[in-house]
């Protein structure tokens, strides 16, 4: 009974972390290609500490699980086949389709 409470708070944890860093690397991604229009964007921490906490939310929800979970198991496949031009794909770098 304990080791279940263990495994699911650590679960939480380690999806909540993987939210967190997916939303954080979102923002950057797409503060980047939008500077890439010849405009001075600034990036700013609270901003993208808000979206790591959206993204904390959208991974946690239980309505949008399975569409994170199908993103991830991509994210995935796209690291084992080592396709390195996908990963600079918008596609890729969004958090939620």
Do not use: Q
């Not at 500077?35 to 946690?60: M, P, Q, R």
Request: aromatic share 20%.
């Amino acid at each position: 009974m304990y080791r279940i409470s263990n495994f699911k708070c650590i679960t939480t944890c380690a999806w909540s972390l993987l939210a967190f860093n997916r939303g954080f690397n979102s923002y950057d991604y797409h503060n980047k290609s939008s500077s890439n229009l010849k405009t001075t964007t600034n990036s700013f921490y609270i901003d993208k500490v808000g979206w790591g906490l959206a993204s904390i939310v959208i991974y946690l929800n239980p309505v949008t699980f399975f569409f994170v979970l199908y993103k991830e198991i991509y994210r995935l496949e796209v690291n084992l086949r080592g396709l390195e031009d996908e990963k600079k794909t918008e596609y890729y770098n969004k958090v939620f389709f």
